[in-house]
């Protein structure tokens, strides 16, 4: 067993999660990324054998607590999400970092229209769909934040 | 291999499948009953610490520029607040500038309603640079109502004389012109004699009084009404030093003016009293002349 793995996975997850929920100023609120999602997306893309769609699923309880919304919501988002990234990690893990980006954007997108789905208004849409603007900003940190996670991963040799 | 990739791949489906109905079961439960806040508060304290943790140095920087900017905009306020006090500062001096005019137009209307005379303000606009003539120009002239041997006065007492009209201003001959002279008594004594210029503007001369007089320093000279020009009992002069030179029948004394004419701006002129336009020749004889 690699615990010393398991912590700094759990302590990325919680860094996470304690960055999702920091009270910020308005502009920035409105482009704050998923950071859970991209960590998530990280770990599972790296070890999938060993972090998968259960510990998505702890992490989206914590988050669906931390910003308040309905319990479960989050919890199926990021376990539905990580469950195509697992599905296809080995097509995912040989593109370039730039089409990594793509699927998080896409993954982002689907993950920010459930939530619309699920707690929007359907009949205001329209103006809804400024909800999707942090799954941009959570794509362009997709490069840092997998950058930072392998250099972890590769010095606390998570496999 | 591949037997084990398929079992790995269906284990995480069939995981994914479980936990997909667990969370929408969890969503339900959330939105229709109350006992998932159990659930939420004892998450929430425990994801606490994390937050704090996390959020701290954003916190500690946001409070940092907060005060960075708070800084700067004291700083911005104080550099308005300078400029503000530079400007009231200039208007402050003007304001005190204008008390003291106030202050000097009040003494001399005092002077006027004592008098019991109509008197018209005057202010002092040129001053004669010659030494031997002390002669002020003053800012109303024949239009005004200025008369040749008018009575120029100030809230301290005697100033001279008008000499000379023109339509808009009028030139005044001060006590301490060579030239001038008036008639003043000393108040104490009432002894007469002639209040005489000597060229200095600090000193005048108490002509024709007998050696034997009892002029004594520091009595105050004021105007006896004769020659009808001055109202009697004006402030002209005090005497500042007695000379008595048994060979000579006059006295010698030097006396100070009573108005400091160097630091003068404003004047009034004394109008006709009571009297008659027939006294306006005696007025005019008034004037002594060598």
């Not at chain 1, 615990?3 to 920035?28: D, F, Q, R, T």
């Not at chain 2, 291999?1 to 398929?6: I, L, N, Y």
């Not at chain 2, 003291?100 to 005379?117: G, P, S, T, V």
């Not at chain 2, 010698?252 to 306006?280: F, K």
Request: hydrophobic content about 50%; overall charge neutral.
């Amino acid at each position: 067993m690699n615990w010393k793995g398991h912590i700094v996975v759990g302590l990325s997850l919680a860094v996470a999660l304690g960055l999702g929920s920091i009270p910020l100023a308005e502009p920035v609120a409105y482009l704050w990324p998923d950071w859970v999602l991209l960590t998530l997306a990280y770990w599972c893309l790296a070890a999938p054998h060993r972090y998968g769609v259960g510990i998505a699923f702890v992490a989206g309880i914590f988050q669906d607590v931390a910003t308040g919304t309905l319990l479960g919501l989050h919890a199926l988002i990021y376990v539905l999400t990580m469950y195509v990234l697992i599905e296809n990690h080995l097509r995912i893990r040989l593109l370039h970092l730039w089409s990594q980006t793509l699927v998080i954007l896409t993954l982002a997108v689907a993950s920010g229209l459930l939530q619309l789905w699920v707690e929007g208004p359907a009949d205001d849409l329209g103006a809804n769909l400024w909800a999707l603007v942090p799954a941009l900003t959570t794509a362009l940190f997709w490069s840092p934040v997998f950058l930072l996670l392998r250099s972890l991963r590769q010095r606390f040799a998570i496999a | 291999m591949g037997f084990h990739t398929a079992t790995r791949q269906s284990r995480t489906g069939i995981a994914t499948l479980v936990l997909t109905v667990i969370a929408l079961l969890l969503m339900g439960a959330d939105s229709h009953f109350a006992w998932t806040q159990h659930i939420r508060s004892t998450l929430l304290s425990a994801i606490y610490p994390v937050q704090r943790v996390v959020g701290a140095p954003v916190l500690l920087a946001q409070a940092v520029s907060q005060e960075a900017s708070e800084h700067f905009r004291v700083h911005q306020r104080n550099e308005t607040l300078r400029k503000k006090l530079g400007q009231l500062r200039v208007e402050n001096q003007e304001l005190e500038a204008l008390r003291r005019e106030n202050d000097r137009l009040r003494e001399l209307l005092n002077e006027a309603q004592r008098l019991k005379r109509e008197v018209s303000a005057a202010q002092i606009i040129a001053e004669s640079p010659d030494p031997f003539h002390h002669t002020l120009t003053i800012s109303r002239g024949q239009l005004h109502g200025a008369f040749l041997g008018q009575p120029v006065i100030s809230a301290e007492g005697v100033v001279g004389q008008v000499t000379a009209i023109a339509p808009m201003t009028a030139q005044v001959i001060l006590l301490t012109d060579p030239n001038s002279g008036i008639p003043v008594l000393a108040r104490e004594s009432r002894v007469r004699g002639i209040l005489a210029g000597t060229g200095n503007k600090d000193l005048l001369e108490l002509r024709y009084v007998p050696t034997s007089a009892n002029v004594q320093v520091g009595d105050e000279l004021v105007t006896s009404g004769l020659g009808a020009v001055f109202p009697k009992g004006l402030q002209a002069a005090r005497v500042v030093k007695v000379v008595r030179d048994p060979h000579s029948p006059f006295a010698e004394i030097t006396a100070r003016p009573a108005v400091p004419v160097s630091r003068l701006e404003d004047v009034l002129l004394l109008d006709l009293g009571d009297e008659g336009p027939g006294d306006q020749a005696a007025r005019r004889a008034g004037r002594e002349a060598p």
